[in-house]
């Protein structure tokens, strides 16, 4: 499979690296710091794009893959409040977008988890939940998307919570009732750590998730894109979830 890599950061450099380990060849990389031509002969010899780039190019990146007729890939996240337009752009161009906020098998392991958790402790009242989470201080986007995705999943399932706020660590506001607090934390070189705690008076219970390299991110982040190879249509981590039952 011949990849064309939209990104070459630390998540780019890794997935390089993964890609090349399974037999893929790079056919070109694009910094979005320089300047780059769609009608490259590198972009055009790649069968799919693959980007890990910022909230601000993600959605020009993923729309010119559709005009180009290729499959993308994107694990940028902060983009979503755009997503009808990718989706009308996708269905225009009869495109194919894989898009995930993590692609750790581990962390969508973790996701099944708190939606089965938040089923069961619906029905008690006495239990408080929150969700926390910390990253390296170069990440731009806070919360993290992950930690946004396992907040809306819990929220399917919870009749007490109506939304979710978000709050830095160290913040001293008392979320209002309905409220379903995100905490984020921006430290170092952390490569990322999801908490959810489910607390009552008498007992605690907590999930996390701890990534220790960026390992996990680009095996799942070529996994997915394997799978997209001949369709169309926009996919997440759940459909590849469910179509490998």
Known sequence: MKIFLFGYGKMGKEIEKMALSRGHEITGIYDPYFVFKFDSKAFENADIVIDFTTPGSAVYNIIKCFE????????????????DEVENQCKKHNGALFYASNFSIGVHVMLKACELLAKMVNQYKSYKISISEAHHEHKKDAPSGTAITIANTMLRELDSYKEWKAYPDHSDARPDAGILPVYYHREGEIVGIHEVSIE??????????????RAGFATGTLIATEWLIGKKGIYTMQHLFDNNK
């Open 68 to 83: 180009a007729n290729k499959p993308i890939v994107v694990g940028t996240t902060g983009w979503y409040h755009e997503f």
């Open 200 to 213: 009552s008076d008498i007992d605690r219970i907590v999930i996390e998730h701890e990534a220790f390299s």
